[in-house]
């Protein structure tokens, strides 16, 4: 899995799409903040920085980061 970002609007139920890189989430930001319905919320910019995913109890977390 590689890293990616999302885009999260303040007051909203949550995220739709990923960007593979920094730069076109910044810009899809931007874009979401000129919306007329959003020009008074933030809009942020999530990065991720892993995953949970079910293998065997318990649960295990994975990293995109080394530590």
């Known amino acids: 899995?590689?890293?990616f970002w999302m885009c999260?609007?303040?007051g909203?139920?949550?995220?739709?799409k990923?960007?593979?890189n920094r730069t076109?989430?910044?810009e899809e930001a931007e874009r979401l903040l000129?919306?007329?319905k959003n020009t008074d919320k933030k809009v942020y910019l999530l990065e991720v920085v892993g995953y949970i995913h079910f293998e065997q109890m318990p649960v295990k977390w994975e990293s995109?980061?080394?530590?």
């Open 24 to 26: 076109a989430a910044m």
């Open 12 to 16: 909203t139920l949550g995220c739709y």
């Open 34 to 36: 000129r919306k007329s």
């Open 64 to 67: 995109l980061y080394e530590n």
């Open 8 to 10: 999260l609007v303040e």
């Open 1 to 3: 899995m590689e890293k």
């Open 18 to 20: 990923q960007y593979i």
